[in-house]
Structures are given as structure tokens and as C-alpha cells.
């Protein structure tokens, strides 16, 4: 009976209660800052993707563009042939 006491006694040892979990407010900061940054970079990466889209955009209509002066400097130069 007595060993039981003891390791009654043993598992009833004071279990340790800890605070409640204090959230800094430097922490919660610096946690939003640095979500912040990562969204200000994947930001500037959409930005420059567009970029490079919208320049590769404006290559191909200066192309149409010199396509089309082509052309019509060809018709022009037709044109007497052509009502001839």
C-alpha cells in the first residue's frame, strides 16, 4: 500500500502552468513588415512582367507599322502599272 502512495504521490506532482502567451507588438511589427515586403516583391515582379509584355507589344505593332508603310510604298509604286 505504501508504494502505492508514493507513486500516487509522484504522479501527482505540481504540473507547471504556463502564462498566457504574450504577443509582442515588436514581433507582430516585424512580421507585417516583412509580409509587406514580400508582397512589395512579388508586386515589382508582376510590374516588370507587364513591362516586358506591353514593350514586346509595342515591338510587334512598329513592325505591322513598318509593314504597312511597305505595302503602301509598293501600291504606290503599282498604281501606274496597275491603270495602265
Known amino acids: 500500500m505504501e508504494s502505492l502512495l508514493v507513486a500516487q504521490k509522484r504522479s501527482d506532482s505540481p504540473l507547471t502552468i504556463k502564462p498566457p502567451l504574450v504577443i509582442d507588438?515588436?514581433?507582430?511589427?516585424?512580421?507585417?513588415?516583412i509580409q509587406l515586403d514580400h508582397e512589395r516583391e512579388l508586386q515589382h515582379s508582376l510590374i516588370e512582367e507587364r513591362e516586358e509584355g506591353i514593350k514586346g507589344i509595342e515591338s510587334s505593332i512598329q513592325e505591322v507599322n513598318s509593314i504597312f508603310i511597305d505595302l503602301a510604298t509598293l501600291v504606290q509604286e503599282q498604281a501606274p502599272m496597275i491603270g495602265a
Open 25 to 33: 507588438k515588436k514581433f507582430l511589427l516585424r512580421q507585417e513588415m
